[in-house]
């Protein structure tokens, strides 16, 4: 608003206009339609007719899902999330000038964005800071942080996408000027290899000379400590975990019974990542009754519900090479049990 203009407006009126401001600094794009929703019917329907059985990970984030997820992220066990917001809290300056100053944060999978706020700060400390782009499946959390993050950021610009990352990244704006386009948490160990294959080659396809790419990766380590990291001790990764049931339940009609399945987590190691699974406790049988599908699980048999892969940098640098990027920047905690890597075009 322009000092001219709020020296005309007082009391109730300013309070309408700062609603208004708010209103025009944040846009949110939803593409979650009857087409998605179509998607999931079919998704799942092929992942339990598939042997051995599985689910999308994508599925867990309802708003229970969401936030039983911010409740993991403060377990004692999980640490992925603090030696990543370590790394931020140190380096965020560092990678916003290795990133050449950008005026973009297009953050994929941005859930709550709370470490988001150290690269924003830097951006904003080296005055770059003109818009930031989440991109999530959750409807609610990305109003929620954005509303949040205009009211932290005077000035910023948010433009968020609701949306699936796998299908819907050429969606993401073009705003000039150098983006950094960030996926942290560890979210892409949650793709397959084939699906992170076609993924980073999108996301290359996507950058623009002077484009920088951010990506957060967990690494390799003793599998004790992977192990208890997805089984936690309070039980939240278990409720986190048959939250995906509950999904189903509710948006397909499904009748899966909760107590029917206990959570696991292993580590394979030939595989280089963790398993995250329902194992059955009995014979039983289970309707999914919006797509009209009956099926069977037997005693002990497991639905996969995720996969979280480990990565070293030598794979990582293969990553990148395979879709045509290059590793240009390489941060890791004091333990080194995790890394953010910056990736830009070959020159
Ligand atoms: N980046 C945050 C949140 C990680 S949790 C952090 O580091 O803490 C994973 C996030 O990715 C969730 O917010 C979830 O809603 C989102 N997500 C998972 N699969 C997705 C998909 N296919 N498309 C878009 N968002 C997805
Ligand atoms: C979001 N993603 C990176 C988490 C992970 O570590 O793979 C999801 C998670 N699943 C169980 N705990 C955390």
């Known amino acids: 608003m ?10 109730d009126d300013e309070r309408e206009w700062a609603k208004r401001e ?5 846009a949110i794009d939803v593409h979650l339609d009857a087409a998605a929703s179509a ?9 339990l007719m598939t042997i051995p059985k599985e689910v999308s990970p994508k599925y867990f984030y309802d708003e229970r899902g969401s936030r039983l997820f911010e409740r993991i992220t403060e377990l004692e066990e999980y640490y992925p999330t603090r030696a990543e917001r370590q790394i931020l809290s ?7 000038a290795a990133a050449g100053a950008p005026t973009t944060l297009v953050e994929l999978g941005s859930g709550s964005a709370a470490k988001t706020r150290h690269l924003l700060s830097a951006m904003g400390e080296a005055g770059c ?6 991109v999530d499946i959750s409807e609610e959390i990305t109003q929620a942080t954005a509303a949040r993050l205009v009211d932290e950021y005077p000035g910023l610009v948010v433009r968020g996408l609701v949306c699936d990352f796998e299908q819907h990244l050429e969606r993401i704006p073009d705003t000039g000027d150098g983006r950094l386009i960030a996926f942290l948490g560890g979210t892409i160990g949650n793709l397959y290899p084939y699906q992170r294959r076609s993924f980073m080659c999108r996301i290359a396809a996507l950058m623009f000379p002077g484009d920088h790419f951010l990506l957060g990766t967990d690494l390799i380590k003793d599998a004790s400590r992977l192990e208890a990291a997805y089984d936690d001790a309070h039980g939240v990764t278990a409720e986190f975990n048959k939250n995906v049931l509950e999904v189903l339940n509710r948006e397909l009609g499904a009748d899966f019974d909760l107590d029917a399945f206990e959570h696991v987590a292993r580590y394979d190691e030939d595989a280089e990542r963790m398993d995250i699974l329902l194992r059955s406790l009995a014979d039983q049988h289970v309707r999914v009754e919006r797509i009209d599908l009956d099926v069977e699980f037997a005693a002990g048999e497991e639905l996969r519900t995720e996969i979280s892969t480990k990565f070293t940098r030598e794979r990582l640098e293969e990553v990148y090479a395979h879709a045509g990027l290059q590793l240009c920047g390489w941060f890791t905690d004091a333990a080194g049990d995790y890394a953010l890597s910056l990736a830009c075009r070959p020159k």
């Open 22 to 26: 708010r209103y025009e600094v944040i």
């Open 39 to 47: 998607t999931m019917a079919r998704d799942v329907r092929r992942g």
């Open 129 to 134: 800071l003109e818009t930031y782009v989440p």
């Open 2 to 11: 322009s000092a001219e203009l709020s020296s005309e407006i007082s009391g």
């Open 90 to 96: 140190e380096r965020s300056a560092e990678i916003v």
